[in-house]
Structures are given as structure tokens and as C-alpha cells.
């Protein structure tokens, strides 16, 4: 739309609540803090896994520490009339246990046909009903009962949590229909098989987006979404995701990049998933010049301090060390 309220720049701070954190969540205190950081929005935990709000959706449980209360009735009220925006955070990636017996089809399922458990709960599938139809319930709801100002999605990938590829019936029937082939038991970059699955495991993520944008623009215009944040870690977490922003940029207003150091990235990772797709599946870090060029960016903005002496992880770490020593 023209000219949306998140057009401009704008300083947002992410609230990422476990259970129990309910207590320690005051409206007017934290809308003070947020104001104190000179945030102009804030992100606050919405539900998806969980509600932390009165959900009226049937199966979508409340998080532990809510009681009574209702953090998104609380907290938005407070910050608008402080000219404060909120985003709500949902999170699609998993749900409890207990809707498996009702809903089987929701959720991922190993090569043995199991489900996977991540924290007492199960692993959803990109392509069901959970994402396709409870995400919308639960986005609709929280647009339409509180007046968030927008939704930022949390996770929202295949083999979320590090968990693996996901062979439950929908996804076999529908890489069948377009590919007449099984999901592939292995990967195999080899194998064109697989390597049409890659492609596809993107393609479905980005329908998904799609899908939201869509049905959180019907329901408020202005909202904003952002869908999948975390993007730049590492092809680890890229490839098994269906992550790619060049697939569903079209359907994000603001295109978001999380740089993590914990699982892999010992640089801007992004630039490391750009070389690595470069080499069609050997993610290395041997391109030094690249490499460089990083670090230089990296020093101009500390002031010359070594800004990479803990950050680099796993297989990399020698590799990191070695350019730093040319470096230095
Ligand atoms: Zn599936």
C-alpha cells in the first residue's frame, strides 16, 4: 500500500517471552522501557506454539503463566497511546502434543513415519493445515481483536528445529503430483530427484508466505509482515528450511535478516549463503578476497578492534583464523 507506517525508519525491539515470563510483563513498564531505548515499535510474543492472550481458537493453548491475564489487550492500548507500534510474534513451527490425536495431519512426520518431538511438542508441516489454516485463524484474531499494528513470524521452514526432512502424507502426495518421485530418503546433490525437492522445499515456503501476506493484508491493510527472519545463519538451517528470500521477498514488507553466530556463520552469513550457493552445495569459506572485504567492513565499524576473535564456530574456525592471521 502507499505510504505505510513503516515506510520510514524505524527502531524496533524484539520481546521474545518464554512461559513464565507472564508475571514479569507490565504494560506501562515496558512500554516505558521501549520508549527509553527510543524504540518506535516493539515486538511482543503473540501465539502460534502458544497464546499468550485470551485465544478463543479451540487447541490453541495458552501459555503457562497467563492465568487471567492477556498480554496483547494489556500492552498494545499502553503503547499506541504512547505512539508506539506493536507487532505480534507467532511462531508456526510446533504445537502441542495433544493436537495430534485430532489432527495427525498437521504435523511432520521422520522416514519412519513418527512424529518429531522438540520440547514437549511436535513439529508442524510447512505444507498442513497448521500453518495453512490455524496460522490464519490465529493472525486474524490477533489483527482483528487487539489492533496490532502487524505480525512477525518466528521460524516458518521445513525440518524446523533442527529436526529433519518432513515425509508425512501431504508432502509425499504433493511432491508425487509435481514430480511423479518419492520424497528422496537421502540427500543426495547428485540425484536430480533431490535436488528438485531442494527447489520445491523453497517454493513451498514461499506459497506459505504468500498465503499470509495475503490473509493479513485482507484483514488490515497497514499491517505489516515480516515472515522469516532468520535467513542469514548458515546454508544449514537455509537449504533443510526452504528458506530463500529470493522466493518470497515479493510477499514480505520488510525483508529481515538475523545474523546468529550459534550455529555456524562466523561472518555476515549472508554473504556466505551467496558463495555458497555459488558452489551448488559445498559451503566453504575459502574465498578469501570475499572474506576479506567482510572483515575490513567489519573493523571500519569497531574502530579497528578485532570484531571476529569469538565468532567463529564448527568447521570454519580454522579457516576464519587463518584469514584473520593474514589480516593482522
Ligand atoms: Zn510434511
Known amino acids: 500500500?502507499?505510504?505505510?507506517?513503516?515506510?520510514?525508519?524505524?527502531?524496533?525491539?524484539?520481546?521474545?517471552?518464554?512461559?513464565?515470563?507472564?508475571?514479569?510483563?507490565?504494560?506501562?513498564?515496558?512500554?516505558?522501557?521501549a520508549k527509553d531505548y527510543r524504540a518506535t515499535a516493539f515486538c511482543l510474543s503473540g501465539g502460534g506454539i502458544v497464546a499468550f492472550y485470551q485465544t478463543k481458537i479451540v487447541g490453541h493453548r495458552l501459555s503457562n503463566g497467563l492465568g487471567g491475564r492477556d498480554l496483547l489487550a494489556e500492552v498494545i492500548p499502553v503503547a499506541?497511546?504512547?505512539?508506539?507500534?506493536?507487532?505480534?510474534?507467532?511462531?508456526?513451527?510446533?504445537?502441542?502434543?495433544?493436537?495430534?490425536?485430532?489432527?495427525?495431519?498437521?504435523?511432520?512426520?521422520?522416514?519412519?513415519?513418527?512424529?518429531c518431538e522438540v520440547s514437549e511438542?511436535?513439529?508442524?508441516?510447512?505444507?498442513?493445515?497448521?500453518?495453512?489454516?490455524?496460522?490464519?485463524?490465529?493472525?486474524?484474531?490477533?489483527?482483528?481483536?487487539?489492533?496490532?499494528?502487524?505480525?512477525?513470524?518466528?521460524?516458518?521452514?521445513?525440518?524446523?528445529?533442527?529436526?529433519?526432512?518432513?515425509?508425512?502424507?501431504?508432502?509425499?502426495?504433493?511432491?508425487?503430483?509435481?514430480?511423479?518421485?518419492?520424497?528422496?530418503?537421502?540427500?543426495?546433490?547428485?540425484d536430480p530427484v533431490w535436488r528438485h525437492y531442494n527447489e520445491w522445499r523453497y517454493r513451498r515456503i514461499a506459497?506459505?508466505?504468500?498465503?499470509?501476506?495475503?490473509?493479513?493484508?485482507?484483514?488490515?491493510?497497514?499491517?505489516?509482515?515480516?515472515?522469516?527472519?532468520?535467513?542469514?545463519?548458515?546454508?544449514?538451517?537455509?537449504?533443510?528450511?526452504?528458506?530463500?528470500?529470493?522466493?518470497?521477498?515479493?510477499?514480505q514488507d520488510i525483508p529481515t535478516f538475523e545474523c546468529q553466530r550459534r550455529h555456524t556463520a562466523p561472518f555476515w552469513p549472508g554473504i556466505q549463503a551467496v558463495s555458497g550457493h555459488a558452489r551448488a552445495g559445498e559451503a566453504t569459506l575459502d574465498d578469501g578476497e570475499l572474506f576479506l572485504s567482510v572483515v575490513a567492513a567489519v573493523r571500519r565499524a569497531r574502530s579497528g578492534k578485532p570484531a571476529l576473535d569469538r565468532a567463529a564456530s564448527g568447521q570454519w574456525r580454522e579457516s576464519v583464523a587463518a584469514h584473520q592471521r593474514r589480516l593482522l
Open 121 to 190: 511438542h511436535y513439529v508442524t508441516c510447512p505444507n498442513a493445515g497448521y500453518y495453512r489454516t490455524r496460522m490464519v485463524e490465529v493472525v486474524r484474531e490477533i489483527l482483528q481483536r487487539y489492533d496490532a499494528d502487524g505480525i512477525w513470524n518466528n521460524q516458518g521452514k521445513f525440518a524446523a528445529w533442527e529436526t529433519g526432512v518432513c515425509y508425512c502424507a501431504t508432502c509425499e502426495a504433493m511432491f508425487k503430483a509435481e514430480s511423479g518421485q518419492a520424497i528422496p530418503r537421502k540427500e543426495n546433490w547428485d
Open 207 to 251: 506459497d506459505w508466505v504468500a498465503l499470509m501476506h495475503r490473509e493479513i493484508h485482507a484483514v488490515k491493510p497497514d499491517a505489516v509482515f515480516i515472515a522469516a527472519v532468520q535467513l542469514m545463519e548458515s546454508l544449514e538451517t537455509i537449504r533443510p528450511g526452504g528458506w530463500d528470500i529470493d522466493y518470497w521477498l515479493a510477499h
Open 1 to 33: 500500500m502507499a505510504n505505510p507506517w513503516y515506510g520510514g525508519p524505524h527502531r524496533v525491539l524484539l520481546l521474545n517471552l518464554r512461559e513464565g515470563d507472564e508475571p514479569k510483563v507490565d504494560a506501562e513498564a515496558l512500554v516505558a522501557a
Open 80 to 115: 499506541h497511546r504512547e505512539n508506539l507500534r506493536v507487532l505480534a510474534r507467532i511462531d508456526p513451527s510446533c504445537a502441542p502434543k495433544s493436537l495430534a490425536a485430532e489432527h495427525p495431519e498437521w504435523f511432520s512426520r521422520d522416514s519412519n513415519g513418527n512424529f
